[in-house]
């Protein structure tokens, strides 16, 4: 009601002196807007089942159009011309009577709308944000200008988005599993085919190359019961036989598998679940709200996280085909026990290194970077997915969980996490090297 009348005495005072309002004038747009923004991106995601690479594939463009709107207008932030890898010269669109933070989401929304499958719902959460623009005290020539400011930008982006290669992925041949023992193969219980085998080929953001920061080779397989393979093997299976309630539900906290399916019957159930980088763009969130991050400063975190996310998972997906090692759950039904499950359900590709540990190493870096090594916050991304909040002291510890969370889960041996982190640590680096211009501070992860 407040905000309401508030509108009406903004609107009466203008019409009495006769002119049409500015829009530096107007309620200006917050880092909660950016949030708002990301959830649905993430529901239409969930929506369509948008595997973990390819989805922060999308976060990476969609938040680089609103980071590239608010650089042509905010002198602390700089072009990604130059710093990211032949990322093009944005030229600013000729518009008047605009407001730069409603063109910067507005823009968001247009790439959002073109590189998600479902990008109709983008479309329909637009006019009812246009709606409530309109609510706020905007008139109908701002949002057209900043709508056409915001578009223009978008569409030089999306010229750039369509030469990373990943619209020529779909003309490689199809991928066939490696035959011999120790290399992986589809799981129980979908048997869903490899997913993303040739996701190496995108052209990376800021690093030389996919293999660039290549982990330590795996631990090699072996049916040596008294092999350092078999040792891990074991530690796998004893953990998921009488794992602690703390365990499990740190398990379940970090899952984020968008493939997961449920047995009903003779029926095999989706069930609606978030990607790994859609969590830890969840996070950058709560921190922004937390630290009171300007609408500015909230793009910028987005943005750099969002371009970690996307170089961490094609350095980790570069192994991943690489090394291409057996799953703990099909290891063990082989080597000790054919009736064995893991808690989590194993998803669909090749288990080293693991990718969420991976990406939460990247993420962890470039958010302690901006927000100081002992920022506590309560990570609550997944409640409305029916998963409890957790507190947690900083982000390293968090990215410290989510490692071990895999081994929790049956999903993955402990050499693929923690080689994982520590490959995910060095792009989060990287990456702040390249965009900040300075070297990071070193950041370490005690795996034990």
Known sequence: MKKSLMVQLLSVALLMLGCSPKPEDLPQFSNADISKLMTKVTEVMVHDVTNPPLAARFFAYINLSAYEV??????????????????????????ANYSPSLSAILAMMHTASKVQPSGSMILDFEQQFLDSCLELGYTEEIILQSKKYGEEVSKQLLAYVSEDGYNKISNFPKYTPVEGKGYWYPTPPAYFAAVEPHFNTVRTLTLDSASQFKPAPPVAFSE????????????????????????????????CN?????????????????????????????????????????????????VGLMDA????????????RIRPETAIRKYIDPTWEPLLQTPPFPEYTSGHSTISGAAAVILTHYFGDNFSFTDDVEVSYGIPARDFPSFITAAKEAAVSRLYGGIHYRDANENGTAQGLKIGEWVINRVEKEKAMPVAIDQH
């Open 70 to 95: 608010m650089a042509q207008h905010d002198t602390s932030l700089n072009s990604m011309h130059g710093t990211l890898n032949v990322f093009p010269k944005i030229i600013a669109p000729e518009a």
């Open 224 to 255: 040596d019961k008294n092999s350092p393979y078999f040792k891990m093997l074991m530690e796998v299976y004893e953990e998921g036989k009488e794992l602690p309630l703390e365990h499990r539900k740190i398990a379940s906290f970090w899952d």
């Open 258 to 306: 968008p493939f997961a399916m449920e047995k009903s019957g003779h029926l095999m159930v989706g069930l609606k679940k978030i990607s790994p980088g859609a969590h830890w763009i969840g996070i950058t969130g709560i921190a922004c709200d937390k630290a009171g991050k300007s609408f500015s400063e909230a793009v910028k975190i987005h943005t750099v996280v969002a």
């Open 313 to 324: 998972f094609i350095s980790c997906w570069d192994e991943k085909y690489r090394s291409n």
